[in-house]
Protein backbone atom coordinates (compact mmCIF):
# COMPACT_ATOMS: atom_id res chain seq x y z
CA UNK A 1 0.00 0.00 0.00
CA UNK A 2 1.06 3.64 -0.53
CA UNK A 3 2.39 5.48 1.65
CA UNK A 4 0.48 9.07 2.75
CA UNK A 5 3.47 10.94 1.75
CA UNK A 6 2.49 9.96 -1.68
CA UNK A 7 -1.31 11.57 -1.50
CA UNK A 8 -1.82 13.55 -4.29
CA UNK A 9 -3.23 16.61 -4.25
CA UNK A 10 -5.94 16.83 -6.99
CA UNK A 11 -4.58 18.74 -9.80
CA UNK A 12 -6.31 22.02 -11.59
CA UNK A 13 -6.27 21.67 -15.18
CA UNK A 14 -10.23 23.49 -15.72
CA UNK A 15 -9.93 25.99 -12.71
CA UNK A 16 -6.53 28.81 -12.27
CA UNK A 17 -4.15 26.92 -9.57
CA UNK A 18 -4.47 30.65 -7.78
CA UNK A 19 -8.46 30.44 -7.92
CA UNK A 20 -10.03 30.95 -4.51
CA UNK A 21 -14.00 30.89 -3.87
CA UNK A 22 -14.38 34.32 -2.76
CA UNK A 23 -17.63 34.88 -4.11
CA UNK A 24 -20.20 33.62 -6.59
CA UNK A 25 -18.83 36.11 -9.72
CA UNK A 26 -15.84 34.31 -9.73
CA UNK A 27 -17.23 30.34 -9.95
CA UNK A 28 -19.72 31.06 -12.22
CA UNK A 29 -18.25 31.61 -15.60
CA UNK A 30 -16.80 28.24 -14.71
CA UNK A 31 -20.47 26.89 -14.41
CA UNK A 32 -21.44 28.56 -17.19
CA UNK A 33 -18.83 27.19 -19.42
CA UNK A 34 -19.65 23.12 -18.59
CA UNK A 35 -23.26 24.03 -19.21
CA UNK A 36 -22.52 25.56 -22.28
CA UNK A 37 -19.86 22.93 -23.19
CA UNK A 38 -19.99 20.84 -26.47
CA UNK A 39 -20.05 17.01 -26.19
CA UNK A 40 -19.38 15.88 -29.88
CA UNK A 41 -17.31 12.62 -28.82
CA UNK A 42 -16.54 9.80 -25.23
CA UNK A 43 -13.60 11.30 -24.85
CA UNK A 44 -15.32 15.20 -24.62
CA UNK A 45 -17.81 13.77 -22.27
CA UNK A 46 -15.08 12.34 -20.07
CA UNK A 47 -12.88 15.54 -20.16
CA UNK A 48 -16.25 17.37 -19.43
CA UNK A 49 -16.92 14.73 -16.39
CA UNK A 50 -13.17 15.47 -15.20
CA UNK A 51 -14.05 19.03 -15.77
CA UNK A 52 -17.03 18.92 -13.24
CA UNK A 53 -15.53 16.93 -10.52
CA UNK A 54 -12.69 19.76 -10.59
CA UNK A 55 -14.91 22.51 -9.56
CA UNK A 56 -16.89 20.16 -6.92
CA UNK A 57 -13.55 19.03 -5.58
CA UNK A 58 -12.63 22.81 -4.64
CA UNK A 59 -15.66 24.32 -4.17
CA UNK A 60 -16.57 21.19 -1.85
CA UNK A 61 -12.67 21.99 0.29
CA UNK A 62 -13.79 25.38 0.55
CA UNK A 63 -17.00 24.68 2.27
CA UNK A 64 -15.85 22.49 5.00
CA UNK A 65 -13.57 24.90 5.64
CA UNK A 66 -15.90 27.22 6.39
CA UNK A 67 -17.84 25.09 8.32
CA UNK A 68 -14.77 23.67 10.05
CA UNK A 69 -14.08 27.11 11.00
CA UNK A 70 -17.22 28.00 12.06
CA UNK A 71 -17.24 24.90 14.39
CA UNK A 72 -13.65 25.54 16.15
CA UNK A 73 -15.14 28.67 16.88
CA UNK A 74 -19.17 29.20 17.24
CA UNK A 75 -18.18 32.88 18.65
CA UNK A 76 -16.32 34.63 16.02
CA UNK A 77 -19.35 36.36 14.32
CA UNK A 78 -17.21 36.34 11.09
CA UNK A 79 -16.38 32.42 11.02
CA UNK A 80 -20.10 32.79 10.79
CA UNK A 81 -20.99 35.23 8.44
CA UNK A 82 -18.39 33.39 5.63
CA UNK A 83 -20.18 30.10 6.11
CA UNK A 84 -23.82 32.03 6.00
CA UNK A 85 -22.31 33.59 2.86
CA UNK A 86 -21.79 29.95 1.24
CA UNK A 87 -24.59 28.68 2.11
CA UNK A 88 -27.16 31.88 1.15
CA UNK A 89 -25.38 33.22 -1.81
CA UNK A 90 -22.96 30.69 -3.42
CA UNK A 91 -24.65 27.14 -3.02
CA UNK A 92 -28.33 28.04 -3.76
CA UNK A 93 -26.88 29.74 -7.09
CA UNK A 94 -24.53 26.60 -7.97
CA UNK A 95 -27.77 24.35 -7.72
CA UNK A 96 -29.38 25.39 -10.83
CA UNK A 97 -26.45 25.31 -12.70
CA UNK A 98 -25.60 21.69 -11.44
CA UNK A 99 -29.44 20.22 -12.41
CA UNK A 100 -28.79 21.92 -16.00
CA UNK A 101 -25.34 19.83 -15.73
CA UNK A 102 -27.13 16.63 -14.91
CA UNK A 103 -29.70 16.86 -17.25
CA UNK A 104 -27.42 17.67 -20.19
CA UNK A 105 -24.76 14.37 -18.79
CA UNK A 106 -27.89 12.48 -18.90
CA UNK A 107 -29.24 13.46 -22.56
CA UNK A 108 -25.57 13.29 -23.99
CA UNK A 109 -25.77 10.73 -26.71
CA UNK A 110 -22.30 9.34 -25.85
CA UNK A 111 -23.14 8.58 -22.36
CA UNK A 112 -24.17 4.87 -23.20
CA UNK A 113 -20.73 4.28 -24.17
CA UNK A 114 -19.31 5.27 -20.69
CA UNK A 115 -20.07 1.32 -19.93
CA UNK A 116 -17.53 0.58 -16.79
CA UNK A 117 -19.33 -0.13 -13.91
CA UNK A 118 -17.69 2.21 -11.17
CA UNK A 119 -20.45 4.94 -12.86
CA UNK A 120 -23.64 2.63 -11.78
CA UNK A 121 -24.03 4.58 -8.53
CA UNK A 122 -23.06 7.63 -9.68
CA UNK A 123 -25.39 7.89 -12.74
CA UNK A 124 -28.11 6.60 -10.37
CA UNK A 125 -27.57 9.61 -8.82
CA UNK A 126 -28.11 12.19 -11.00
CA UNK A 127 -30.74 10.69 -12.41
CA UNK A 128 -32.44 10.65 -8.61
CA UNK A 129 -31.09 14.58 -8.28
CA UNK A 130 -32.64 15.49 -11.30
CA UNK A 131 -36.36 13.88 -10.59
CA UNK A 132 -35.71 15.53 -7.09
CA UNK A 133 -35.16 19.03 -7.86
CA UNK A 134 -37.35 21.99 -7.68
CA UNK A 135 -36.22 25.41 -8.05
CA UNK A 136 -38.44 26.62 -5.83
CA UNK A 137 -37.02 24.74 -2.63
CA UNK A 138 -33.36 25.90 -3.66
CA UNK A 139 -33.82 29.34 -1.21
CA UNK A 140 -35.91 26.89 1.67
CA UNK A 141 -32.67 25.04 1.22
CA UNK A 142 -30.53 27.96 1.92
CA UNK A 143 -32.74 28.50 4.97
CA UNK A 144 -32.69 25.38 6.60
CA UNK A 145 -28.58 24.89 6.06
CA UNK A 146 -28.21 28.38 7.64
CA UNK A 147 -31.01 27.58 10.71
CA UNK A 148 -29.68 24.15 11.23
CA UNK A 149 -26.47 25.70 12.63
CA UNK A 150 -28.27 27.61 15.09
CA UNK A 151 -28.36 24.19 17.34
CA UNK A 152 -24.86 24.18 17.18
CA UNK A 153 -24.79 27.78 18.27
CA UNK A 154 -27.06 27.21 21.10
CA UNK A 155 -25.25 24.27 22.89
CA UNK A 156 -21.92 26.12 22.07
CA UNK A 157 -22.77 27.80 24.83
CA UNK A 158 -23.96 25.68 27.63
CA UNK A 159 -21.29 25.50 30.56
CA UNK A 160 -21.54 24.87 34.35
CA UNK A 161 -19.56 25.13 37.00
CA UNK A 162 -18.67 22.64 38.86
CA UNK A 163 -15.59 22.75 41.78
CA UNK A 164 -15.50 26.53 41.51
CA UNK A 165 -14.57 25.94 37.68
CA UNK A 166 -16.79 26.92 34.19
CA UNK A 167 -16.84 23.71 32.00
CA UNK A 168 -18.76 22.70 28.91
CA UNK A 169 -21.45 19.96 29.25
CA UNK A 170 -18.84 17.46 27.84
CA UNK A 171 -16.14 18.55 30.06
CA UNK A 172 -18.66 18.06 32.98
CA UNK A 173 -20.16 14.91 31.85
CA UNK A 174 -16.70 13.50 32.99
CA UNK A 175 -17.31 13.70 36.85
CA UNK A 176 -20.49 11.24 35.67
CA UNK A 177 -18.13 8.02 35.95
CA UNK A 178 -17.22 9.49 39.15
CA UNK A 179 -17.08 7.06 42.08
CA UNK A 180 -18.08 9.85 44.26
CA UNK A 181 -22.12 9.47 43.78
CA UNK A 182 -23.00 12.86 45.10
CA UNK A 183 -20.69 14.37 43.32
CA UNK A 184 -22.45 12.45 40.06
CA UNK A 185 -25.93 13.46 41.11
CA UNK A 186 -24.93 17.00 41.68
CA UNK A 187 -23.58 17.30 38.25
CA UNK A 188 -26.29 15.16 36.44
CA UNK A 189 -29.14 17.76 38.16
CA UNK A 190 -26.61 20.73 37.03
CA UNK A 191 -26.66 19.41 33.33
CA UNK A 192 -30.43 19.08 33.48
CA UNK A 193 -30.66 22.30 34.40
CA UNK A 194 -28.73 23.66 32.15
CA UNK A 195 -30.02 21.97 29.65
CA UNK A 196 -33.93 23.07 30.17
CA UNK A 197 -32.85 26.73 30.12
CA UNK A 198 -32.76 26.50 26.51
CA UNK A 199 -35.61 23.81 26.06
CA UNK A 200 -37.97 26.72 24.47
CA UNK A 201 -35.47 28.33 22.07
CA UNK A 202 -34.61 24.59 20.56
CA UNK A 203 -37.97 23.86 20.07
CA UNK A 204 -38.75 26.90 18.86
CA UNK A 205 -36.00 26.23 16.06
CA UNK A 206 -37.54 22.71 15.66
CA UNK A 207 -40.67 24.01 14.84
CA UNK A 208 -39.42 25.88 12.18
CA UNK A 209 -37.04 23.44 10.84
CA UNK A 210 -39.64 20.83 10.51
CA UNK A 211 -42.15 23.45 8.88
CA UNK A 212 -39.54 24.39 6.27
CA UNK A 213 -38.73 20.55 5.73
CA UNK A 214 -42.38 19.73 5.07
CA UNK A 215 -42.78 22.57 2.67
CA UNK A 216 -39.65 21.19 0.77
CA UNK A 217 -41.25 17.70 0.69
CA UNK A 218 -44.83 19.09 -0.59
CA UNK A 219 -43.04 21.39 -3.38
CA UNK A 220 -41.22 18.06 -5.08
CA UNK A 221 -44.48 16.24 -5.29
CA UNK A 222 -44.14 14.03 -1.71
CA UNK A 223 -46.97 13.56 1.29
CA UNK A 224 -44.60 14.13 3.68
CA UNK A 225 -40.63 14.70 4.34
CA UNK A 226 -39.57 11.15 5.76
CA UNK A 227 -40.88 10.06 1.80
CA UNK A 228 -38.64 12.73 0.25
CA UNK A 229 -35.79 11.89 2.18
CA UNK A 230 -35.47 8.47 1.52
CA UNK A 231 -35.35 9.46 -1.76
CA UNK A 232 -32.78 12.45 -1.09
CA UNK A 233 -30.50 10.01 0.41
CA UNK A 234 -30.28 7.32 -1.98
CA UNK A 235 -31.52 4.37 -0.12
CA UNK A 236 -31.81 2.12 -3.39
CA UNK A 237 -30.79 -0.82 -1.33
CA UNK A 238 -33.34 -0.99 1.38
CA UNK A 239 -37.12 -0.17 2.14
CA UNK A 240 -39.35 1.66 4.84
CA UNK A 241 -40.07 -2.41 5.74
CA UNK A 242 -36.72 -2.63 6.46
CA UNK A 243 -36.45 0.07 8.85
CA UNK A 244 -39.62 -1.09 11.02
CA UNK A 245 -38.48 -4.84 11.20
CA UNK A 246 -34.79 -3.01 12.52
CA UNK A 247 -36.77 -1.75 14.89
CA UNK A 248 -38.58 -4.71 16.26
CA UNK A 249 -35.58 -7.10 15.91
CA UNK A 250 -33.63 -4.61 17.78
CA UNK A 251 -36.65 -4.83 20.76
CA UNK A 252 -36.57 -8.18 20.89
CA UNK A 253 -33.34 -9.31 20.42
CA UNK A 254 -30.71 -6.07 21.52
CA UNK A 255 -32.98 -4.71 23.90
CA UNK A 256 -32.36 -7.59 26.43
CA UNK A 257 -28.05 -7.38 25.85
CA UNK A 258 -28.66 -4.00 26.80
CA UNK A 259 -30.83 -5.00 30.20
CA UNK A 260 -28.14 -7.38 30.84
CA UNK A 261 -25.21 -5.51 30.60
CA UNK A 262 -27.26 -2.62 33.22
CA UNK A 263 -28.37 -5.36 35.59
CA UNK A 264 -24.22 -5.96 35.47
CA UNK A 265 -23.26 -2.58 36.48
CA UNK A 266 -25.75 -2.12 39.00
CA UNK A 267 -24.96 -5.15 40.86
CA UNK A 268 -21.09 -3.55 40.60
CA UNK A 269 -22.15 -0.33 42.17
CA UNK A 270 -24.22 -2.42 44.79
CA UNK A 271 -27.42 -0.26 44.08
CA UNK A 272 -30.71 -1.20 44.85
CA UNK A 273 -32.28 1.77 42.71
CA UNK A 274 -29.58 3.08 39.65
CA UNK A 275 -30.75 6.65 38.92
CA UNK A 276 -29.76 8.76 35.44
CA UNK A 277 -26.33 9.92 37.19
CA UNK A 278 -25.18 5.83 37.93
CA UNK A 279 -25.39 4.66 34.23
CA UNK A 280 -21.26 5.49 33.46
CA UNK A 281 -20.33 4.98 37.19
CA UNK A 282 -17.84 2.85 38.63
CA UNK A 283 -17.69 1.39 42.30
CA UNK A 284 -16.21 3.12 44.88
CA UNK A 285 -12.66 2.78 45.28
CA UNK A 286 -12.49 2.29 41.34
CA UNK A 287 -11.05 5.35 39.59
CA UNK A 288 -12.90 6.32 36.09
CA UNK A 289 -10.98 5.42 33.40
CA UNK A 290 -8.69 8.34 32.14
CA UNK A 291 -7.10 7.04 28.69
CA UNK A 292 -5.16 10.03 27.94
CA UNK A 293 -4.50 13.50 29.48
CA UNK A 294 -4.85 15.77 26.41
CA UNK A 295 -5.18 16.16 22.75
CA UNK A 296 -1.52 15.95 22.20
CA UNK A 297 -1.31 12.41 24.12
CA UNK A 298 -4.17 11.35 22.92
CA UNK A 299 -2.95 11.81 19.17
CA UNK A 300 0.66 9.95 19.92
CA UNK A 301 -1.65 7.00 21.09
CA UNK A 302 -3.76 7.09 18.21
CA UNK A 303 -1.26 6.60 16.11
CA UNK A 304 0.70 3.70 17.64
CA UNK A 305 -2.98 2.01 17.67
CA UNK A 306 -3.55 2.24 14.10
CA UNK A 307 -0.06 1.37 13.02
CA UNK A 308 -0.22 -1.96 15.24
CA UNK A 309 -3.14 -2.66 13.27
CA UNK A 310 -1.66 -1.63 9.58
CA UNK A 311 1.42 0.85 9.28
CA UNK A 312 -0.95 2.97 6.89
CA UNK A 313 -3.54 3.64 9.20
CA UNK A 314 -0.86 5.07 11.47
CA UNK A 315 0.92 6.97 8.76
CA UNK A 316 -2.53 8.68 8.01
CA UNK A 317 -3.11 10.31 11.35
CA UNK A 318 0.54 11.27 11.45
CA UNK A 319 -0.28 13.10 8.50
CA UNK A 320 -3.27 14.83 9.71
CA UNK A 321 -1.37 15.65 12.88
CA UNK A 322 1.70 17.19 10.35
CA UNK A 323 -0.28 19.22 8.92
CA UNK A 324 -2.76 20.72 11.74
CA UNK A 325 -5.96 18.98 10.67
CA UNK A 326 -6.66 17.74 14.33
CA UNK A 327 -9.15 20.13 16.60
CA UNK A 328 -9.53 17.69 19.37
CA UNK A 329 -10.16 19.27 22.97
CA UNK A 330 -13.63 20.27 24.38
CA UNK A 331 -13.46 24.31 24.77
CA UNK A 332 -16.11 27.08 25.89
CA UNK A 333 -17.67 28.46 22.42
CA UNK A 334 -16.63 25.45 20.07
CA UNK A 335 -19.61 23.39 18.70
CA UNK A 336 -20.94 20.49 20.25
CA UNK A 337 -19.89 16.44 19.07
CA UNK A 338 -17.50 15.09 16.57
CA UNK A 339 -16.95 14.74 13.38
CA UNK A 340 -14.85 13.87 10.42
CA UNK A 341 -14.71 16.11 7.53
CA UNK A 342 -13.01 15.21 4.13
CA UNK A 343 -11.35 17.86 2.53
CA UNK A 344 -11.63 16.71 -1.06
CA UNK A 345 -9.07 18.70 -3.00
CA UNK A 346 -5.77 18.02 -0.35
CA UNK A 347 -7.09 14.66 0.50
CA UNK A 348 -5.79 14.96 3.69
CA UNK A 349 -9.42 15.32 6.22
CA UNK A 350 -9.71 17.13 9.69
CA UNK A 351 -11.51 15.27 13.00
CA UNK A 352 -12.97 17.59 15.41
CA UNK A 353 -14.27 16.26 18.46
CA UNK A 354 -14.75 17.57 22.19
CA UNK A 355 -12.51 15.48 24.06
CA UNK A 356 -11.86 15.90 27.73
CA UNK A 357 -9.80 12.81 28.84
CA UNK A 358 -12.96 10.56 29.18
CA UNK A 359 -13.38 6.84 27.90
CA UNK A 360 -15.69 8.33 25.34
CA UNK A 361 -13.44 10.60 23.49
CA UNK A 362 -11.40 7.29 23.36
CA UNK A 363 -13.72 5.56 21.15
CA UNK A 364 -14.93 8.85 19.21
CA UNK A 365 -11.17 9.00 18.26
CA UNK A 366 -11.44 5.53 17.42
CA UNK A 367 -14.54 6.10 15.38
CA UNK A 368 -13.55 9.40 13.64
CA UNK A 369 -10.10 7.77 12.95
CA UNK A 370 -11.83 5.26 10.82
CA UNK A 371 -13.79 7.68 8.80
CA UNK A 372 -10.39 9.62 7.76
CA UNK A 373 -8.60 5.84 6.77
CA UNK A 374 -12.12 6.03 4.38
CA UNK A 375 -10.90 9.35 2.96
CA UNK A 376 -7.24 8.49 2.84
CA UNK A 377 -8.46 5.46 0.64
CA UNK A 378 -11.18 7.04 -1.58
CA UNK A 379 -8.92 10.04 -2.67
CA UNK A 380 -7.36 8.59 -5.28
CA UNK A 381 -10.54 7.88 -7.13
CA UNK A 382 -11.14 9.48 -10.61
CA UNK A 383 -14.59 11.75 -9.65
CA UNK A 384 -15.70 13.25 -6.69
CA UNK A 385 -18.58 11.88 -7.36
CA UNK A 386 -16.57 8.25 -6.70
CA UNK A 387 -16.09 9.66 -3.42
CA UNK A 388 -19.33 10.41 -2.12
CA UNK A 389 -20.00 7.60 -0.27
CA UNK A 390 -23.34 6.80 1.52
CA UNK A 391 -23.58 6.85 5.59
CA UNK A 392 -23.99 3.27 5.40
CA UNK A 393 -20.53 2.45 4.37
CA UNK A 394 -18.70 5.58 6.38
CA UNK A 395 -20.12 4.62 9.36
CA UNK A 396 -19.01 0.85 8.93
CA UNK A 397 -15.55 2.17 8.26
CA UNK A 398 -15.83 4.08 11.92
CA UNK A 399 -17.44 1.63 13.96
CA UNK A 400 -15.56 -1.42 12.79
CA UNK A 401 -12.11 0.53 13.97
CA UNK A 402 -13.50 0.67 17.01
CA UNK A 403 -14.15 -3.21 17.28
CA UNK A 404 -10.29 -3.20 15.56
CA UNK A 405 -8.42 -1.32 17.45
CA UNK A 406 -9.84 -2.19 20.87
CA UNK A 407 -6.91 -5.25 20.42
CA UNK A 408 -4.37 -2.57 20.96
CA UNK A 409 -5.74 -0.20 23.74
CA UNK A 410 -3.31 -1.18 25.93
CA UNK A 411 -1.54 1.72 24.32
CA UNK A 412 -3.54 3.47 26.69
CA UNK A 413 -4.12 1.54 29.80
CA UNK A 414 -0.78 -0.43 31.20
CA UNK A 415 -2.76 -2.30 33.49
CA UNK A 416 -4.85 -4.93 32.01
CA UNK A 417 -7.81 -5.08 34.65
CA UNK A 418 -8.35 -0.86 32.92
CA UNK A 419 -7.81 -2.44 29.58
CA UNK A 420 -10.61 -5.14 30.37
CA UNK A 421 -12.64 -2.78 31.94
CA UNK A 422 -12.26 0.06 28.71
CA UNK A 423 -13.01 -2.94 26.47
CA UNK A 424 -16.12 -4.24 28.37
CA UNK A 425 -16.94 -0.22 28.60
CA UNK A 426 -16.80 -0.38 24.38
CA UNK A 427 -19.27 -3.46 23.99
CA UNK A 428 -21.86 -1.37 26.96
CA UNK A 429 -21.47 1.41 24.06
CA UNK A 430 -22.29 -1.06 20.66
CA UNK A 431 -25.00 -2.59 22.43
CA UNK A 432 -26.47 0.31 24.06
CA UNK A 433 -26.48 2.60 20.94
CA UNK A 434 -28.76 -0.19 18.66
CA UNK A 435 -32.04 0.87 20.82
CA UNK A 436 -31.06 4.93 21.15
CA UNK A 437 -30.59 4.45 17.01
CA UNK A 438 -33.64 2.76 16.68
CA UNK A 439 -35.53 5.07 19.07
CA UNK A 440 -34.34 7.83 16.98
CA UNK A 441 -35.18 6.43 13.80
CA UNK A 442 -38.68 5.64 15.12
CA UNK A 443 -39.51 8.55 16.48
CA UNK A 444 -38.10 11.04 13.19
CA UNK A 445 -40.78 8.46 11.26
CA UNK A 446 -43.51 9.99 13.12
CA UNK A 447 -41.99 13.50 13.23
CA UNK A 448 -42.00 13.47 9.55
CA UNK A 449 -45.19 11.85 8.92
CA UNK A 450 -47.31 14.20 11.65
CA UNK A 451 -46.91 17.63 10.21
CA UNK A 452 -47.78 20.19 12.10
CA UNK A 453 -48.01 18.15 15.18
CA UNK A 454 -47.70 20.24 18.83
CA UNK A 455 -45.03 20.24 21.31
CA UNK A 456 -47.47 18.62 23.70
CA UNK A 457 -47.82 15.61 20.82
CA UNK A 458 -44.26 15.48 19.95
CA UNK A 459 -43.28 14.79 23.92
CA UNK A 460 -46.04 12.38 24.55
CA UNK A 461 -45.08 10.42 21.21
CA UNK A 462 -41.41 10.84 22.22
CA UNK A 463 -42.13 9.48 25.57
CA UNK A 464 -43.58 6.27 24.24
CA UNK A 465 -40.99 5.35 21.96
CA UNK A 466 -38.34 6.16 24.37
CA UNK A 467 -40.00 3.75 26.68
CA UNK A 468 -40.57 1.25 24.53
CA UNK A 469 -36.32 0.71 23.72
CA UNK A 470 -35.75 1.40 27.30
CA UNK A 471 -34.36 -1.59 29.68
CA UNK A 472 -36.52 -0.01 32.87
CA UNK A 473 -33.40 -0.51 35.08
CA UNK A 474 -32.79 3.24 35.73
CA UNK A 475 -35.36 5.18 37.99
CA UNK A 476 -35.88 8.33 35.92
CA UNK A 477 -38.55 9.71 38.95
CA UNK A 478 -37.92 13.84 39.75
CA UNK A 479 -36.45 14.32 36.02
CA UNK A 480 -39.55 13.71 34.38
CA UNK A 481 -38.86 17.30 32.43
CA UNK A 482 -35.77 16.23 31.55
CA UNK A 483 -36.32 12.84 29.86
CA UNK A 484 -39.53 14.60 28.09
CA UNK A 485 -36.83 16.90 26.19
CA UNK A 486 -33.70 14.08 25.78
CA UNK A 487 -34.46 14.04 22.29
CA UNK A 488 -33.15 17.76 21.93
CA UNK A 489 -29.55 16.73 22.60
CA UNK A 490 -29.42 14.80 19.46
CA UNK A 491 -27.66 16.58 16.91
CA UNK A 492 -28.81 14.64 13.89
CA UNK A 493 -32.55 15.61 14.60
CA UNK A 494 -31.54 19.56 14.14
CA UNK A 495 -28.79 19.32 11.40
CA UNK A 496 -29.07 16.05 9.57
CA UNK A 497 -32.82 14.34 9.51
CA UNK A 498 -32.82 11.18 9.13
CA UNK A 499 -29.27 10.25 9.13
CA UNK A 500 -29.40 7.75 12.08
CA UNK A 501 -30.86 4.36 10.76
CA UNK A 502 -27.16 4.10 9.09
CA UNK A 503 -25.62 4.26 12.03
CA UNK A 504 -27.65 1.19 13.07
CA UNK A 505 -26.93 -0.52 9.85
CA UNK A 506 -23.34 0.01 10.09
CA UNK A 507 -23.06 -1.44 13.71
CA UNK A 508 -24.45 -4.43 13.10
CA UNK A 509 -21.96 -4.69 9.81
CA UNK A 510 -19.36 -3.72 12.31
CA UNK A 511 -20.13 -6.51 14.30
CA UNK A 512 -19.88 -8.83 11.14
CA UNK A 513 -16.56 -7.32 10.53
CA UNK A 514 -15.29 -7.78 14.06
CA UNK A 515 -16.15 -11.21 13.75
CA UNK A 516 -14.35 -11.49 11.21
CA UNK A 517 -11.42 -10.41 12.61
CA UNK A 518 -11.36 -12.62 15.08
CA UNK A 519 -11.22 -15.80 12.75
CA UNK A 520 -8.57 -13.83 10.86
CA UNK A 521 -7.28 -10.58 11.12
CA UNK A 522 -5.12 -10.21 8.36
CA UNK A 523 -8.61 -11.23 5.76
CA UNK A 524 -10.40 -9.16 7.70
CA UNK A 525 -8.28 -5.76 7.42
CA UNK A 526 -7.41 -6.75 3.69
CA UNK A 527 -11.36 -6.52 3.03
CA UNK A 528 -12.06 -3.69 5.22
CA UNK A 529 -9.10 -1.64 2.84
CA UNK A 530 -10.38 -3.17 -0.28
CA UNK A 531 -13.71 -2.00 0.53
CA UNK A 532 -13.17 1.42 1.45
CA UNK A 533 -10.93 1.73 -1.58
CA UNK A 534 -13.94 2.01 -3.82
CA UNK A 535 -15.46 4.96 -2.30
CA UNK A 536 -19.25 4.71 -4.01
CA UNK A 537 -18.11 2.76 -7.37
CA UNK A 538 -20.46 -0.16 -6.17
CA UNK A 539 -23.54 -0.40 -4.76
CA UNK A 540 -24.19 -1.15 -1.05
CA UNK A 541 -24.64 -4.42 -1.09
CA UNK A 542 -21.36 -4.84 -3.17
CA UNK A 543 -20.06 -2.94 -0.87
CA UNK A 544 -20.34 -5.28 2.03
CA UNK A 545 -19.91 -8.21 -0.14
CA UNK A 546 -16.31 -6.79 -1.19
CA UNK A 547 -15.83 -6.23 2.71
CA UNK A 548 -16.76 -10.10 3.34
CA UNK A 549 -19.66 -9.44 5.05
CA UNK A 550 -23.61 -9.72 4.34
CA UNK A 551 -25.71 -6.65 4.36
CA UNK A 552 -28.99 -7.62 6.14
CA UNK A 553 -30.50 -6.10 9.46
CA UNK A 554 -33.32 -8.75 9.01
CA UNK A 555 -34.37 -10.14 12.70
CA UNK A 556 -32.49 -13.40 11.79
CA UNK A 557 -29.52 -11.83 11.21
CA UNK A 558 -29.59 -9.56 14.05
CA UNK A 559 -30.40 -12.94 16.01
CA UNK A 560 -27.36 -14.12 14.76
CA UNK A 561 -24.98 -11.33 15.64
CA UNK A 562 -26.63 -10.93 18.92
CA UNK A 563 -25.42 -14.78 19.78
CA UNK A 564 -22.03 -13.75 18.82
CA UNK A 565 -21.83 -10.38 21.10
CA UNK A 566 -23.04 -12.51 24.05
CA UNK A 567 -20.70 -14.42 23.97
CA UNK A 568 -18.28 -11.77 23.93
CA UNK A 569 -19.52 -10.33 27.30
CA UNK A 570 -19.54 -13.82 28.89
CA UNK A 571 -15.80 -13.94 28.01
CA UNK A 572 -15.64 -10.19 29.42
CA UNK A 573 -17.27 -11.73 32.85
CA UNK A 574 -20.92 -10.58 32.27
CA UNK A 575 -23.44 -13.09 33.40
CA UNK A 576 -25.41 -13.66 30.47
CA UNK A 577 -27.78 -16.36 32.24
Same mark, same amino acid.
Given at each position: *???????????????????????????????????????????????WLKDISEVETVVGEDACWRQINMTCDTTDKTLEEEYTYFCTEIEPKMKPYF???????????????????????????????????????????????????????????????????????????? =????????LREDVFKKIVTRRL???????????????????V??????????????????????TLEDCFAFHTAVKEHILPLQKMLSLHRKKRLGLDVMRPWDTDAEPEGTKPLQPFENGKKLTEKTIRVFRKLRPFFGDCIQTMQTMGRLDLESRIGKAPGGYNCPLPETGVPFIFMNAAGTMGDLITMMHEGGHAIHSFLSHPLKLSAFKEYPMEIAELASMSMELFSMEY????????????????????????????? %??????QHWLYTNPGHTIAQREENWCSILDEF???????????????? =?????????EVP???????????? %??? *??????ENNKTAINNYIAALSCGYTKTLKELYDTAGIK????????????????GQMSSMGVSTS
Open positions: *MKSTANLKKIDRDFLSSKFRLLSWNNIRPYLEELKNRKLDSKTALEQFEINRKLLACAFLKEIKEPEYFPYLRNVENSVKLYREENVVIQAELSVLAQQFGAISGKMTVDVDEKTLTLQQAAK =FLQNPNRNEDKTPLNELFDKLLKLRHQAINAGFKNYRDYKFRELGRFDYWGEFFKDDTELKRAQLEEMERVISVLPWI %ATIDKFSTGVVDWSGFEEFRTN =FWQKQLHLFFYYIEYGIAQLG %AIA *MWRQYQFDFSPTYIKELSAFVT
